[in-house]
């Protein structure tokens, strides 16, 4: 297959996911969330759209244009060591892998099984060929090249297997949000989304907000109201009621509105269920707070240059990449 063959293949793939029957949808969403409760169908839903969001004609060739997809010569077996905590979200790495002229050679996670298993089904119901493209495996033995995401332990796992090959390793990252004291009704809505979505179990979920005043928390907590039905989901209310009852037995002082906990601290990954805040005097200061922890940092939501805008941080277009480390020059030079 030629480049244009391959990014015509994933472009009918977001046509295909914007047109999906409702009867299909429907046994999809339920298949999904019976594999992983987490995966609710607004979970589904909403990963579905961020794929096709990506998927679009003039999104696609943005992004490839700056890359010459000509380069390789000899497709090679590219191990994906897929994550799980959200649904699909492997799926960016799969198709850097197959437009880039290699071979996905995929490693599921058990959590995100039905979803992934679709998704490259569809695909090679759309070109037989991606069939010689993309293959499941149990072990990623002998790959030319691996991409593995997972938890800071098992980057160390990773490190200690694929270290010798050309490799991409990620560890954990959060995202937090930037609030000048100037945010309106409407733009703390839309942070909710970027802190509620897949209950907060993303990377580019917001699990800390920076803030100049506490008086802000209030106005915060009651535009968040909106989210309450999350409360309901039996997980995420476990988790709920778990760390509020740990925060009440430490005596910690945390703000609480019945399915959304906030408390002060200087760590940047919250449980779920909690969203910690910080307090900061000026953007010199906050600057340079966040510059020590960029390594850490998925995205940063807010407003101004270099930030995410509110309720965007789960719609990232296709050349936002994880980590910040370019996948696609990853494999059109060293593999």
Known sequence: MNPSERISAFVKLGEAIKTLGADEREELLWRAENNNSWFSANSVEAALEGVAFMLSPD?????????????????????????????????????????????????????????????????????????????IEEMLKGMDAYIATGSDNSSRYFNYYFGKYPHMIRQNRVSVAVLSGEETVEDYVRLGKDIFQYYGLGCRNVSKIFLKSVNQLQALLDALEIYAPIGAHHKYHNNYDYNKSIYLVNLEEHLDNGFLLLKESKELASPISVLFYELYEDEKQLSERLEGVKEKIQCIVGKGPGRVPFGSAQNPEPWEYADEVDTMAFLLRDC
């Open 59 to 135: 999104k696609l060739a943005a992004w490839l244009e700056g890359y010459d997809l000509q380069k390789v010569d000899r497709p090679k077996s590219v191990g994906l060591m897929l994550a799980g905590n959200i649904p699909a979200v492997g799926f960016h790495d799969l198709m850097c892998v197959v437009l880039a002229g290699h071979q996905a050679v995929i490693k599921l996670s058990s959590s995100d099984e039905v979803l992934m298993k679709w998704i490259i089904k569809t695909l090679i119901g759309i070109d037989s060929r991606l069939a010689e493209r993309i293959r």
